[in-house]
């Protein structure tokens, strides 16, 4: 059974860091991109970050020179890394893979809440 299993989110103050981890697991034939995805109250799923199996990166604006992105494919790990988080970064965060059978999984997600 394939799952995603997020950890590292929790409560920080603005300004703060946070390291975000996901691992993949019961994946046979390996993984495409991995990425993190973040949904607050009343808003939409949008993406934060996502890498390639080779390394490419690609953020959204609001988030490029503080986050980084990064994977282990050997342990089928992928990372976030929150600097200088801000209260609107407040949401939970989703670990999500591209898997070679064509499929899209999700983690079940990790609560970030950053005070002012």
């Known amino acids: 059974q394939v799952q995603l299993v997020e950890s590292g989110g929790g409560l920080v103050q603005a300004g703060g860091s946070l390291r975000l981890s996901c691992a993949a697991s019961?994946?046979?034939?390996?993984?495409?991109?991995m990425g993190w995805y973040r949904q607050a109250p009343g808003k939409q799923r949008e993406l934060v970050a996502s890498?390639?199996?080779?390394?490419?990166?690609n953020y959204a604006d609001s988030v490029k020179g503080r986050f980084t992105i990064s994977r282990d494919n050997a342990k089928r790990m992928v990372y976030l890394q929150m600097n200088s988080l801000k209260p609107e970064d407040t949401a939970v965060y989703y670990c999500?893979?591209?898997?070679?059978?064509?499929?899209?999984?999700w983690g079940q997600g990790t609560q970030v809440t950053v005070s002012s």
């Open positions: 890498i390639t199996s080779g390394g490419s990166t």
């Open positions: 019961g994946i046979i034939f390996g993984i495409n991109a």
């Open positions: 999500n893979a591209d898997l070679r059978d064509g499929s899209t999984r």
